[in-house]
């Protein structure tokens, strides 16, 4: 089958279309994280939770859902920037996901990192977010790659 070739302002179109639609998602993700983050709060605070093993875990899962509602809070911005301009090489987005890889990272480690304020040893249980971070910040390289592609493209016209 043979691949249909777009032209450059069907391309730019499509890709609008679809940051709107992956940025609306991430709008949604975001009222989740912090619909659960709300629901832990209101549950830590009730006098039924008393024992140190529902506390961690409370405060783990709060501290998780917290940095997922923040990372799909960038990554909405990120994409609703896109669907309007229709530039995703700029680099205010590479910005955006190497915060987004670091936030990952912190998500790594952070859970079993701070408990009830006290530090424990630290460690890493979470290495799908550890592999995710260090994704996303090498998706940071390639988009600052396009950016520097971008903007000497712009320049020769």
Same mark, same amino acid.
């Given at each position: 089958?043979?691949? =249909?070739?777009?032209?450059?302002?069907?391309?730019?179109?499509?890709?609008?279309?679809?940051?709107?639609?992956?940025?609306?998602?991430?709008?949604?993700?975001?009222?989740?994280?912090?619909?659960?983050?709300?629901?832990?709060?209101?549950?830590?605070? !009730?006098?039924?939770?008393?024992?140190?093993? #529902? =506390?961690?875990? /409370?405060?783990? &899962?709060?501290?998780?859902?917290?940095?997922?509602?923040?990372? /799909?809070?960038?990554?909405?911005?990120? +994409?609703?920037?896109?669907?309007?301009?229709? /530039?995703?090489?700029?680099?205010?987005?590479?910005?955006?996901?190497?915060?987004?890889?670091?936030? +990952?990272?912190?998500? @790594?480690?952070?859970? #079993?990192?701070?408990?009830?304020?006290? *530090? #424990?040893? +630290?460690?890493?249980?979470?290495? !799908?977010?550890?592999? &995710?971070?260090?994704? +996303?910040?090498?998706? @940071?390289? *390639?988009?600052?790659?396009? @950016?520097?592609? =971008?903007? &000497?493209?712009? &320049?020769?016209?």
């Amino acid at each position: 089958m043979k691949e =249909q070739i777009l032209t450059k302002p069907e391309v730019i179109d499509k890709l609008k279309k679809g940051s709107l639609w992956i940025g609306i998602v991430c709008v949604l993700a975001v009222l989740f994280n912090l619909a659960a983050c709300m629901i832990l709060f209101f549950r830590y605070r !009730s006098p039924d939770v008393t024992d140190a093993v #529902t =506390q961690y875990t /409370m405060i783990r &899962e709060f501290v998780t859902y917290g940095l997922s509602a923040a990372i /799909m809070l960038l990554a909405a911005m990120m +994409f609703l920037h896109i669907a309007k301009d229709g /530039m995703p090489f700029t680099v205010k987005r590479v910005r955006t996901v190497r915060i987004i890889g670091i936030l +990952f990272l912190l998500n @790594a480690v952070i859970p #079993t990192v701070v408990i009830g304020g006290v *530090i #424990t040893p +630290f460690s890493v249980t979470n290495y !799908s977010s550890l592999i &995710e971070g260090l994704l +996303f910040l090498f998706i @940071a390289h *390639i988009i600052r790659y396009g @950016a520097m592609l =971008q903007q &000497e493209s712009d &320049e020769t016209l």
